[in-house]
C-alpha cells in the first residue's frame, strides 16, 4: 500500500528537490568557466565538444529573450505614447510633471540596478524605453511650458539637448550598446534643424551639413567604440556628399567672383574633412579615393571662382588650368596615397576637359568626308568653311588650346618619369610602360591639336591640306625613329587617319587633289622604305647582332606600305581623270600601280612587306578592273595585264598558287575578247582552257606518276567535251557531231592504248552519246515503222539471253572493272 505524504508536505519536498538541482547547475557553470579559461590560457584550440542530444529548439533561449524584451519595450513605448498624447488632458499640471518625471527617471535608473544582476538584455530593453520616455517628456514639455515656441527651433534644441543625455547616459553605463548610436544619430538634426528655424539661405544649409559630416568624420576616425564609427561613417558619407554637391551647385551658379569665393569655402571646407579621412585611412585604396575626391572639391573651389573672373567660353579652360595645378602636389612629402590621389584628381579633369574638346577635332577630321560628292567644285572661302560642317563650340580655337596644354602636362610628367624622379614611388605595372603609355597619350593629343587648329583659327584653305600633310610628315618620321612597336603602330595609325581626311580635304580642286595624293604618296613611300631597313627579313632575324638599328613593329611597317599603294592606285586614276580619259582607260592606267607593287614585293624578296605589298597590289588591280568593266575590250586587254603580273608573282618561291589566279585571269580575258567580238562556239572558249589543262595535267604526271589521270586530265577534257557534246545535240548540222566523235573516239584508243582512264571513260561515253544523237532519227522512223508487238518481244528475248548467260555477264563485268582499276 503507498502512503502519498499530504499537500503541503509534497509541495516541500519538490522545492527542496528543485534547490538542489539549481545549486548542482551553478557549480557546473562555474566548472565550466573555469574549463573555458584554462583552455584559452593554454592556446588556440578546436571548439570543445558537445554531448549528442536531441536537436535544438527552433529559438535558442537568448534570442526568444530579446524578442520578448524588445517586445515588452514597444508595448510600453506605445502605452507611454498614448498616455501621453490621449490622457494628458485628464491630469493636471503637478500629476503630468510627476507621472512623466517618476516614470523616466525610473526607466533610466533601472537598467543599472539590472546590469549589476547580470540581466543585460532586460536593461537594454528598459533602457530603451527612457529614451524613448525621454523624447516623450521633451514633447510634454513643449506643450505644458513653451507652448509659444517655433516648432523647428524647439526641435533643434530639443535634438541637441537629447543627443548630449543620450550621450552622457551612454558613457555613464557602457555597458549599454543603444544610448551612444542613438545619440549619434540624434547629432545629425540640431544643425540643419536650426538651419530651418533660421530660415538660412543655401548657404548656411549646406554650411550646417559639412559642419556635421566633420563632426561625424572626428567620430568615425576617433571614437572606440565600434558601433558609435560605423553610425557616424554612414552619416559622415551622406551628409558630406549632400554638403559636397549642394557647394558645387552653389559654385556653379554663382554669377560673381564673391559668390563663387563663398561657395568655393564650402568646397575647400569639404575637401578638407575627405583629406583628414585620407590622411588617417589605414586602407591605401580608401586613402586614394578619398584624396581623389578632396582634389576634385578643390580644383571645384578655386575653378569656380576663376570662372566667374572670365568669359563664360572659358570655363572648361579655367577649370583644366586648376586641375592642372593640382598636379603639384606629387612634389609634395603628403603622404604617397594623398599624392597618388590627388595626380588621380588631376587626370580626372584633365580627361573632362579634353573630352569637351574632341568633338571639334572629330569635326575636322570627318566633316571633309562631303567632298566626296562635290569633287573639284572649286575652293572654299577658308579652312573652316572647308569642313561642311559647323564646328560645335562658339569660340572652337580653346578646343586646340585645351588639347595642346594636356599634351604638354603629359609630355612634361614623361620627363619627370624618364629621368627617375621618384616622387610618386614604385608605380603600378613596369614604369617603362606608365612612361611610354604617357608618351602615347601626349603624342595623340598632340595631334588632336594640331588636327583642329586650322579650321579653329579660320586660316585660309590652302593651309589646311598643308597643315594636314605637315601632321602626316611628322607622325610618320615619329613612327619611323620609334623605338617600340606600340609608339611606332600608334604614330602610324593617326598619319594613317590624318592623311584619309586631307586626301578627301583635297578634292576640292584638281590642283590640290593631284599635289596632295603625290605628297601622300611620297611620304608613305618614304616611310615604307624607312621601315623596310629597320624590319629584319626572316632570313636576317637570326644574323641581327646586338649592335642592329631596333626594329619597328611590322604592323606598322605594313600599315605605311598598303597607304603607300593606296595613294599611290588613287593618284594614277586622279591623274587619268585630269588628263580627260574615259573610265577604262583610267582603270588601264591605273594597273602601272599593282605592276610597280608587283615588282617591289618580288625584290623585297621573304622580308615581311612582301605580302601586305601584294595584297594591296591585288586589291588595286581589282579596282583597276571594276574601272574598265563597262567597255569589253578594255576589260579584255585588263584581265590579260593583271594575269601576267599574276604570272609573273608566281615565278617566285613560295607564290606558286597565284600561277591559279593568272591562268584564271588570262582565261577570263579571252573569253571577254571573244564576247566582245560576238563568238558563241564553245570550242573557242574552252579549248584555249583545255590545251594548257592537259600539259600542266602531262608535266605534272610525269613528276609524279603516282597521280591518277582523272586528277591529271579530268578537268582539262571536261571542259571541251562536255560543252561540246551539249551543243552538239542541239547542232541540226553534221559537222560539230562528226569532229566531236572523232576527237572522243581518239581519246577512247588512247585511254585504252596507255591504260589511261579518264580519257576512256570520257571519251567512250562522250562518243557513245555522240552515236546516239547521230541516230536517233533513224531509231525513231524504225520504231514508228516496227509493229507495236515487237518492242516487247525484243526485250522478253533479252532478258531471257541476260538470265541465261547471267554468271558469263558477271564475269564479264568483273573483267571490265578490274581492267579499269589497273588504269591510270
Not at 499530504?6 to 528537490?17: F, H, I, K, N
Not at 557549480?27 to 573555458?36: E, S
Not at 526568444?64 to 524584451?69: P, S, V
Not at 567604440?225 to 551658379?253: H, I, K, M, Y
Request: some cysteine; overall charge positive.
Amino acid at each position: 500500500m503507498t502512503n502519498i505524504p499530504p499537500p503541503a508536505e509534497e509541495l516541500r519536498l519538490l522545492d527542496w528537490e528543485l534547490h538542489q538541482l539549481e545549486a548542482r547547475r551553478t557549480q557546473l557553470l562555474r566548472r565550466r568557466a573555469w574549463l573555458l579559461g584554462v583552455l584559452r590560457a593554454a592556446g588556440p584550440a578546436g571548439p570543445p565538444s558537445r554531448p549528442a542530444g536531441p536537436p535544438a529548439p527552433e529559438a535558442a533561449p537568448p534570442s526568444a529573450q530579446n524578442i520578448l524584451l524588445t517586445l515588452g519595450g514597444v508595448l510600453l513605448t506605445i502605452a507611454a505614447i498614448a498616455f501621453t498624447v490621449v490622457s494628458w488632458g485628464h491630469l493636471g499640471i503637478a500629476g503630468r510633471g510627476a507621472v512623466l518625471g517618476l516614470v523616466t527617471l525610473a526607466a533610466l535608473g533601472a537598467p543599472a540596478l539590472l546590469l549589476r544582476r547580470s540581466l543585460r538584455s532586460t536593461a537594454e530593453a528598459v533602457a530603451g524605453l527612457g529614451l524613448a520616455l525621454t523624447v516623450l517628456d521633451s514633447y510634454a514639455l513643449r506643450h505644458l511650458a513653451l507652448p509659444e515656441t517655433g516648432t523647428l527651433a524647439y526641435a533643434a534644441g530639443t535634438s541637441a539637448v537629447l543627443a548630449t543625455l543620450w550621450a552622457g547616459y551612454g558613457l555613464l553605463l557602457g555597458a549599454l550598446r543603444l544610448p551612444l548610436p542613438a545619440a549619434v544619430v540624434t547629432a545629425q538634426l540640431p544643425l540643419l534643424l536650426w538651419a530651418g528655424a533660421a530660415d538660412a539661405g543655401d548657404h548656411a544649409v549646406t554650411a550646417a551639413l559639412l559642419v556635421t559630416a566633420a563632426f561625424d568624420t572626428a567620430l568615425a576616425l576617433w571614437a572606440t567604440v565600434r558601433s558609435v564609427r560605423v553610425v557616424a561613417a554612414v552619416g559622415g558619407c551622406t551628409l558630406g556628399l549632400w554638403g559636397a554637391a549642394g557647394a558645387g551647385l552653389l559654385s556653379a551658379r554663382a554669377t560673381d567672383p564673391m559668390e563663387a569665393a563663398r561657395a568655393g569655402v564650402l568646397l575647400l571646407f569639404a575637401a578638407l574633412i575627405v583629406l583628414v579621412v585620407a590622411w588617417r585611412a589605414k586602407e591605401p585604396r580608401i586613402a586614394m579615393g578619398a584624396a581623389g575626391a578632396g582634389g576634385l572639391l578643390v580644383v571645384a573651389a578655386s575653378g569656380g571662382v576663376l570662372r566667374t573672373a572670365l568669359p563664360p567660353e572659358w570655363t572648361v579652360p579655367a577649370y583644366l588650368v586648376c586641375g592642372v595645378a593640382l598636379a603639384a602636389v606629387v612634389r609634395t612629402a603628403l603622404p604617397r596615397p594623398v599624392r597618388l590621389g590627388a595626380a588621380g584628381a588631376s587626370a580626372v579633369v584633365q580627361g573632362l576637359a579634353v573630352l569637351w574638346a574632341l568633338p571639334v577635332t572629330a569635326v575636322a577630321l570627318l566633316g571633309p568626308l562631303g567632298w566626296a560628292t562635290r569633287s573639284w567644285t572649286g575652293a572654299p572661302s577658308d579652312a573652316r568653311a572647308a569642313l561642311l560642317i559647323e564646328l560645335p563650340l562658339s569660340h572652337p580655337m580653346l578646343a586646340p588650346l585645351v588639347l595642346a596644354t594636356s599634351a604638354a602636362f603629359l609630355l612634361v610628367v614623361s620627363g619627370a618619369l624618364g629621368r627617375g624622379s621618384a616622387w610618386l614611388g614604385p608605380l603600378p605595372g613596369s614604369s617603362a610602360a606608365v612612361r611610354s603609355g604617357t608618351r602615347l597619350g601626349a603624342l595623340t593629343l598632340a595631334w588632336a591639336a594640331a588636327v583642329a587648329l586650322p579650321s579653329a583659327l579660320r586660316l585660309p584653305y590652302v593651309a589646311g591640306p598643308v597643315a594636314q600633310l605637315a601632321v602626316t610628315a611628322v607622325l610618320l618620321t615619329v613612327a619611323a625613329r620609334a623605338t617600340s612597336a606600340a609608339s611606332a603602330l600608334t604614330a602610324s595609325a593617326l598619319a594613317l587617319v590624318s592623311s584619309v581626311s586631307v586626301a578627301f580635304l583635297a578634292l576640292s580642286t584638281e590642283a590640290a587633289t593631284l599635289g596632295t595624293l603625290g605628297a601622300l604618296t611620297a611620304l608613305f613611300l618614304a616611310a615604307c622604305g624607312w621601315t623596310a631597313r629597320r624590319t629584319p627579313s626572316v632570313r636576317g632575324e637570326a644574323a641581327a647582332g646586338a649592335h642592329a638599328i631596333p626594329a619597328v613593329g611590322p604592323a606598322a611597317a605594313a600599315l605605311a606600305a598598303c597607304a603607300a599603294v593606296a595613294y599611290a592606285t588613287a593618284l594614277a586614276c586622279a591623274a587619268g581623270a585630269a588628263a580627260g580619259l574615259r573610265l577604262e582607260h583610267v582603270g588601264l592606267a591605273a594597273l602601272a600601280v599593282p605592276a610597280l607593287a608587283a615588282f617591289a614585293a618580288a625584290r623585297l624578296g621573304r622580308h615581311p612587306l612582301a605580302l601586305p605589298v601584294e595584297i594591296m597590289a591585288a586589291a588595286s588591280g581589282a579596282l583597276a578592273l571594276t574601272l574598265t568593266a563597262g567597255h569589253a575590250p578594255t576589260l579584255a586587254l585588263a584581265l590579260s595585264l593583271c594575269g601576267l603580273i599574276a604570272a609573273g608573282t608566281a615565278l617566285r618561291p613560295g607564290r606558286r598558287p597565284v600561277g591559279y589566279a593568272a591562268g584564271a585571269l588570262l582565261l577570263l580575258a579571252s573569253w571577254v575578247r571573244l564576247a566582245s567580238w560576238g563568238v558563241v562556239t564553245p570550242e573557242a572558249y574552252t579549248l584555249p582552257a583545255t590545251v594548257p589543262a592537259l600539259l600542266l595535267g602531262s608535266w605534272r604526271r610525269r613528276r609524279e606518276p603516282e597521280v591518277s589521270s582523272w586528277e591529271a586530265y579530268g578537268p582539262g577534257l571536261a571542259l571541251t567535251l562536255l560543252p561540246s557534246l551539249a551543243a552538239a545535240w542541239g547542232d541540226a548540222h553534221w559537222q560539230r557531231p562528226l569532229l566531236l566523235g572523232a576527237a572522243a573516239l581518239a581519246l577512247t584508243l588512247i585511254g585504252a592504248r596507255h591504260r589511261l582512264r579518264a580519257p576512256l571513260v570520257l571519251g567512250g561515253t562522250v562518243l557513245a552519246l555522240d552515236a546516239l544523237h547521230e541516230l536517233a532519227p533513224y531509231l525513231v522512223q524504225v520504231a514508228g515503222a516496227l509493229p507495236r508487238w515487237l518492242p516487247p518481244a525484243l526485250a522478253g528475248l533479252l532478258l531471257l539471253g541476260v538470265g541465261a548467260t547471267y554468271e558469263q555477264r558477271l564475269r564479264d563485268a568483273r573483267r571490265l572493272r578490274n581492267a579499269l582499276g589497273r588504269m591510270h
